[in-house]
């Protein structure tokens, strides 16, 4: 079964950076789109980021020219590099990948890493 995991979350005051890693893991599968989402507490779980297998992006409006995401689609990874950080940006980001196993595509969730933005 195909797994994913992410690291790299913290604390970071405001202005800060961070970069957010997510590995997949398992056996004969491939990946389509990946994904950065996150929930903030009483809010639902909303796009941040995604890139398809090809390499095109698509952000929120909230995070352009401060976030960016990219693979690496050998090592299977996908990444988000944070910058210019908000306390706003306070949440559970979560990864999410698209992948294809025997032809069928499914989705799957990483368990969530916390980003807490705060002086």
């Known amino acids: 079964q195909v797994q994913l995991v992410e690291s790299g979350g913290g604390l970071v005051q405001p202005g800060g950076s961070l970069r957010l890693s997510c590995v997949a893991s398992?056996?004969?599968?491939?990946?389509?789109?990946m994904g950065w989402y996150r929930q903030a507490p009483g809010k639902e779980r909303g796009l941040v980021a995604s890139?398809?297998?090809?390499?095109?992006?698509k952000y929120v409006d909230s995070v352009k020219g401060r976030f960016t995401i990219f693979r690496d689609n050998a090592k299977k990874m996908v990444y988000l590099e944070m910058k210019s950080l908000k306390p706003e940006d306070t949440a559970v980001y979560y990864c999410?990948?698209?992948?294809?196993?025997?032809?069928?595509?499914?989705?799957?969730w990483g368990q969530g890493t916390q980003v807490t933005v705060s002086s």
């Open positions: 999410n990948a698209g992948v294809i196993q025997w032809s069928i595509e499914t989705v799957k």
């Open positions: 398992g056996r004969s599968f491939s990946i389509n789109t």
């Open positions: 890139i398809t297998s090809g390499g095109s992006t």
